[in-house]
């Protein structure tokens, strides 16, 4: 998925769980959005901090980097953990929906795919849907 689903998906979430309004919460949300991707050296973060250890969608798109992250951060500010933790999983829930798929709970062989491909008139479809929703919620 592209950087605005990522990030139009997490705020949902996000005001789904109360918490759009919330400093740390936000900000951490949407680091967490974008962060899976720092795999990918031409993604929005990826061109800021680069991690080259693994191919695109391999143990970074897993959620054990995230789980950590998230629950270490929430122990110094729990708003901002919980903010990167549904800002992350949004991420990798976005990724299970495109035909590439992501790998979950790595090493385990399990991908879990969807139809949706990345850029394509049916992501631009689903953005327009998160929008909507989170204009309604
Ligand atoms: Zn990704």
Redesign the pocket.
């Known amino acids: 998925m592209k950087w605005l689903t990522h990030i139009m998906a997490s705020l949902l979430f996000l005001k789904a769980f109360g918490m759009l309004f919330n400093v740390p919460g936000f900000v951490f949300c949407v680091l967490g959005a974008l962060a ?2 720092i795999d990918e050296k031409s993604s929005k973060l990826g061109r800021v901090f680069h991690i080259p250890l693994s191919r695109h ?1 391999g143990i970074i ?1 897993s959620a054990w980097p995230w789980l950590a992250a998230g629950l270490a951060v929430s122990l110094f500010s729990p708003p901002a953990g919980y903010g990167f933790l549904i800002g992350s999983f949004s ?1 990798l829930f976005l ?1 299970a929906l495109t035909p590439q798929g992501t790998r979950l709970f790595y090493p385990a062989k399990l991908r879990l795919k969807g139809p949706i491909r990345t850029g394509s008139f049916s992501e631009m479809l689903l953005l327009a849907g998160i929008i909507g929703l989170f204009l309604l919620v």
């Open positions: 899976p991707d969608r798109h991420h990724d």
